[in-house]
């Protein structure tokens, strides 16, 4: 994948196109509805890596400097 195709994928990602992409990898996930109710994005954010040698995206949670 060229650099120019990576930075199109990148600007297309939305958070909708991300958890199809994780669902069809791993055909199911399972969440506790606790886990949404403790949900605080204030100090969290989405960190995306991409590994150019096998072609991947990396989604992790990253907390933001305060």
């Known amino acids: 994948m060229t650099e120019e195709n990576v930075d199109?994928?990148?600007?297309?990602?939305?958070v909708a196109r991300i958890?199809?992409?994780?669902?069809?990898?791993y055909?199911?996930?399972?969440?506790?509805v606790s886990n949404f109710i403790n949900a605080v994005n204030?100090?969290?954010?989405?960190?995306?890596?991409?590994?150019?040698d096998d072609q991947t995206f990396t989604f992790k949670l990253k907390?933001?400097?305060k």
């Open 27 to 32: 055909k199911e996930v399972v969440i506790p």
């Open 19 to 25: 958890l199809v992409a994780v669902v069809e990898n």
């Open 42 to 52: 204030e100090d969290k954010e989405l960190q995306v890596d991409y590994n150019k």
């Open 63 to 65: 907390i933001k400097d």
């Open 8 to 14: 199109d994928v990148f600007a297309q990602l939305n």
